[in-house]
């Protein structure tokens, strides 16, 4: 149980509000409505501690996703492309329990489409099951039996934490893109200050991967002393011209969508879902490796052995299946406006532009570093990693590099648990042993 | 012995640990290229007090040196040090080797480029037996320092230590120190050492320009 201070404004249970889809119906008139799978929406729940029950698949258990407001006025979130946010809603998870000493928590940055909901499940169901559930648990390579583990939706995102689909303050609509901009110094600043209000003055290790990973970087830049440790995986101090086409490809499909409405669709019949789905297609083939998808699917039909010269046909094959299934599953959790601002901010990353120069920005600090890239990693190349390491062995940090040979690319990270798990727990129990010892 | 392993614990292992230790200032920032599972890097963070990184291409030893809670970078020495800026060290290890690199000169040029000294252990193929053992059996030497067969060895270079000073001196390179392991006991100025000895180490600087 989270042993800190923290005192969270009651709220009315969650029920389900039907909001944009069905024709005539108002959208609820609260702020902090944030999205939820499905195309409804759920209000925050009040919960005062995470409940975590005897865990029976090994896993943390039964969990809940909290909120928390914060930069309430008077103060206020001033955002680096020059906006500003009154009040914040922030999803969070913490697993595992915070030491006396609260030297123990580790803070988990989620990738572009990830969310708050890293470990356990929600309820019975398996598919309720957080998405780095094999990482994050009991033993396991960020064991909550050790640490205390904290991880928040984005801001910017559409997971609970404000976002382009909240009500915009002051008026009945959601925001769209009148949406401030954001960028990753942005998220990380929401995400430090939520580490703050839960009276943890120095984390002992921040982790991600991906868009997580810029998050990792920018935080040992930016607040270097709130950290013992960055944990960097499949990631870099930018994002490549290819990564950058890519994205460039995504919202390309989103912006020209008839149901797009330049944002505002949140009141509309439709939402621009095959815009957000042919995204999620081809952003999804960047996560694989060529080794990958020919292992899984090869040229493989989706029935029978036989081509049926039919082009309205669109997933013969057992690969054009799949990226379909991976677009339609992906409209039903995510907010085309949200995917906008996010791949926005990833393509604006630069950690030596922000900070002068990579080694001014690992030189600031006694962070300790550990950088995993993936032998098939496209998106973060491993050239990627070494750049970076190189700035941070000039930089005199204690840094360790690893290129880990793995047949599943980009999304490796999300995949190979035990491999990671092998260097991250050694990792942080030496960053843990260090920072405990009398300096 | 797998080839992608660099390092291997010899017979003269902690002996040569010893030696290292000995040449290395305390505090001063070291990094040991084929640092294996990181012993020799550990216990120059604890008895030297060194700023230490490890470099090394087996995974599993990576992560063991990960486990020791030791800096390290996987890499391949034979695709150079790119990632290593220059003069970041003090002394750049290599131990057991140089042997098994396949450009020798340019790893020993990178050592003193990220380092301003380099300290290389590595072993005598101009020892009497082996050369005993080519001239009895005309064949491929296998001796106890040395125990591989041709066909199956990590030594990808057999090479004596007339042969090291001769390269290190078309290097550009200054030999500040040799210390020729002979029968498991260091001994400097050794007589007719290319003969007896099983393995030397070598302190290397910059030539003064």
Same mark, same amino acid.
């Given at each position: 149980?989270?042993?800190?201070?923290?005192?969270?404004?009651?709220?009315?249970?969650? *029920?389900?509000?039907?909001?944009?889809?069905?024709?005539?119906?108002?959208?609820? %008139?609260?702020? *902090?409505?944030?999205?939820?799978?499905?195309?409804?929406?759920?209000?925050?729940?009040? !919960?005062?501690?995470?409940?975590?029950?005897?865990?029976?698949?090994?896993?943390?258990?039964?969990?809940?996703?909290?909120?928390?407001?914060?930069?309430?006025?008077?103060?206020?979130?001033?955002? %680096?492309?020059?906006?500003?946010?009154?009040?914040?809603?922030?999803? +969070?998870?913490? +697993?595992?329990?915070?030491?006396?000493?609260? #030297?123990?928590?580790?803070?988990?940055?989620?990738?572009?489409?990830?969310?708050?909901?890293?470990?356990?499940?929600?309820?019975?169901?398996?598919?309720?099951?957080?998405?780095?559930?094999?990482?994050?648990?009991?033993?396991?390579?960020?064991?909550?039996?050790? +640490?205390?583990?904290?991880?928040?939706?984005?801001?910017?995102?559409?997971?609970?934490?404000?976002?382009?689909?909240?009500?915009?303050?002051?008026?009945?609509?959601?925001?769209?893109?009148?949406?401030?901009?954001?960028?990753?110094?942005?998220?990380?600043?929401?995400?430090?200050?939520?580490?703050?209000?839960?009276?943890?003055?120095?984390?002992?290790?921040? /982790?991600?991967?991906?868009?997580?990973?810029?998050?990792?970087?920018?935080?040992? %830049?930016?607040?270097?002393?709130?950290?013992?440790?960055? /944990?960097?995986?499949?990631?870099?101090?930018?994002?490549?011209? *290819?990564? /950058?086409?890519?994205?460039?490809?995504?919202?390309?499909?989103?912006?020209?969508?008839?149901?797009?409405?330049?944002?505002?669709? @949140?009141?509309?019949?439709?939402?621009?879902?095959?815009?957000?789905?042919?995204?999620?297609?081809? %952003?999804?083939?960047? @996560?694989?490796?060529?080794?990958? !998808?020919?292992?899984?699917?090869?040229?493989?039909?989706?029935?029978?052995?036989? &081509?049926? @010269?039919?082009?309205?046909?669109?997933?013969?094959?057992?690969?054009?299946?799949?990226?379909? +299934?991976?677009?339609?599953?992906?409209?039903?959790?995510?907010?085309?406006?949200?995917?906008?601002?996010?791949?926005?901010?990833?393509? @604006?990353? #630069?950690?030596?532009?922000?900070?002068?120069?990579?080694?001014?920005? &690992?030189?600031?600090?006694?962070?300790?570093?550990?950088?995993?890239?993936?032998?098939?990693?496209?998106?973060?190349?491993?050239?990627?990693? *070494?750049?970076?390491?190189?700035?941070?062995?000039?930089?005199?940090?204690?840094?360790?590099?690893?290129?880990?040979?793995?047949?599943?690319?980009?999304?490796?990270?999300?995949?190979?648990?035990?491999?990671?798990?092998?260097?991250?727990?050694?990792?942080?129990?030496?960053?843990?042993?260090?920072?405990?010892?009398?300096? | 012995?797998?080839?992608?392993?660099?390092?291997?614990?010899?017979?003269?292992?902690?002996?040569?640990?010893?030696?290292?230790?000995?040449?290395?200032?305390?505090?001063?920032? =070291?990094?040991?290229?084929?640092?294996?599972? $990181?012993?020799?890097?550990?216990?120059?963070?604890?008895?030297?007090?060194?700023? =230490?990184?490890?470099?090394?291409?087996?995974?599993?030893?990576?992560?063991? =040196?990960?486990?020791?809670?030791?800096?390290?970078?996987?890499?391949?020495?034979?695709?150079?040090?790119?990632?290593?800026?220059?003069?970041?060290?003090?002394?750049?290890?290599?131990?057991?080797?140089?042997?098994?690199?396949?450009?020798?000169?340019?790893?020993?040029?990178?050592?003193?480029?990220?380092?301003?000294?380099?300290?290389?252990?590595?072993?005598?193929?101009?020892?009497?037996?082996?050369?005993?053992?080519?001239?009895?059996? $005309?064949?491929?030497?296998?001796?106890?320092?040395?125990?591989?067969?041709?066909?199956?060895?990590?030594?990808?270079?057999?090479?004596?230590?007339?042969?090291?000073?001769?390269?290190?001196?078309?290097?550009?390179?200054?030999?500040?120190?040799?210390?020729?392991?002979?029968?498991?006991?260091?001994?400097?100025?050794?007589?007719?050492?290319?003969?007896?000895?099983?393995?030397?180490?070598?302190?290397?600087?910059?030539?003064?320009?």
């Amino acid at each position: 149980m989270l042993g800190s201070p923290v005192i969270e404004r009651a709220r009315r249970p969650g *029920r389900r509000v039907p909001v944009w889809g069905l024709p005539g119906q108002a959208v609820a %008139a609260d702020r *902090r409505t944030v999205w939820r799978v499905g195309r409804s929406v759920v209000e925050p729940m009040a !919960i005062e501690v995470s409940t975590t029950d005897s865990p029976d698949d090994g896993s943390v258990g039964i969990v809940k996703t909290r909120t928390v407001q914060l930069f309430e006025p008077p103060a206020s979130l001033t955002l %680096a492309g020059g906006g500003k946010l009154d009040a914040v809603t922030v999803a +969070y998870e913490t +697993y595992g329990t915070l030491s006396p000493e609260r #030297d123990n928590a580790i803070f988990v940055c989620h990738a572009l489409t990830g969310d708050a909901h890293a470990a356990g499940r929600h309820g019975a169901e398996a598919d309720s099951l957080g998405w780095w559930n094999d990482f994050v648990g009991p033993g396991r390579g960020l064991d909550t039996d050790r +640490y205390f583990v904290i991880c928040a939706n984005v801001l910017g995102g559409c997971q609970g934490t404000t976002g382009p689909g909240d009500v915009s303050p002051g008026s009945d609509e959601p925001w769209g893109l009148e949406f401030p901009f954001i960028t990753v110094d942005d998220i990380v600043g929401v995400h430090a200050a939520l580490v703050d209000h839960l009276g943890i003055e120095k984390l002992l290790a921040v /982790i991600g991967g991906s868009l997580g990973g810029m998050q990792v970087l920018e935080w040992a %830049a930016r607040f270097p002393d709130s950290l013992g440790s960055a /944990i960097v995986l499949a990631s870099g101090a930018k994002l490549t011209a *290819r990564g /950058i086409a890519f994205n460039a490809i995504g919202r390309r499909a989103i912006l020209v969508d008839p149901n797009f409405h330049e944002g505002d669709y @949140y009141l509309t019949d439709e939402i621009p879902r095959f815009g957000l789905g042919l995204a999620r297609m081809v %952003a999804h083939l960047t @996560y694989l490796s060529e080794a990958s !998808i020919e292992m899984k699917f090869g040229r493989r039909l989706q029935e029978g052995d036989r &081509f049926a @010269y039919d082009l309205a046909r669109e997933t013969e094959f057992q690969v054009e299946s799949y990226l379909h +299934y991976q677009g339609k599953r992906f409209v039903e959790r995510f907010d085309a406006n949200s995917y906008l601002y996010l791949t926005r901010a990833m393509d @604006y990353f #630069d950690l030596a532009a922000t900070h002068g120069s990579l080694l001014e920005a &690992f030189g600031r600090s006694d962070v300790r570093f550990l950088v995993v890239s993936y032998s098939t990693d496209r998106l973060f190349p491993t050239s990627q990693s *070494r750049e970076m390491v190189s700035a941070m062995v000039k930089a005199g940090r204690d840094t360790t590099f690893l290129e880990f040979e793995s047949l599943y690319g980009h999304d490796a990270f999300l995949i190979e648990h035990d491999q990671l798990a092998g260097v991250v727990a050694p990792f942080l129990e030496q960053t843990l042993e260090s920072e405990q010892r009398p300096r | 012995m797998s080839a992608t392993r660099y390092s291997m614990p010899g017979p003269d292992a902690e002996l040569i640990d010893e030696l290292l230790v000995d040449q290395i200032d305390k505090g001063s920032r =070291v990094i040991d290229l084929g640092c294996g599972d $990181g012993r020799l890097l550990d216990r120059l963070r604890s008895e030297r007090n060194c700023r =230490v990184l490890g470099v090394e291409l087996g995974e599993a030893e990576v992560i063991a =040196v990960i486990g020791r809670g030791l800096p390290v970078i996987r890499a391949d020495l034979d695709h150079g040090l790119s990632d290593i800026p220059d003069d970041s060290f003090d002394t750049a290890v290599l131990s057991q080797t140089l042997q098994q690199v396949h450009r020798p000169t340019t790893v020993l040029r990178e050592m003193l480029r990220v380092a301003f000294r380099a300290l290389v252990v590595v072993p005598n193929f101009g020892h009497w037996r082996v050369r005993l053992k080519v001239i009895q059996q $005309g064949r491929a030497p296998v001796t106890d320092a040395l125990p591989y067969e041709w066909y199956d060895t990590p030594n990808l270079h057999v090479c004596s230590m007339h042969d090291i000073r001769d390269l290190v001196e078309q290097l550009g390179m200054t030999v500040v120190r040799e210390i020729p392991i002979i029968r498991g006991r260091p001994v400097e100025n050794a007589w007719w050492a290319n003969l007896r000895a099983d393995s030397a180490v070598y302190l290397l600087e910059r030539a003064s320009e």
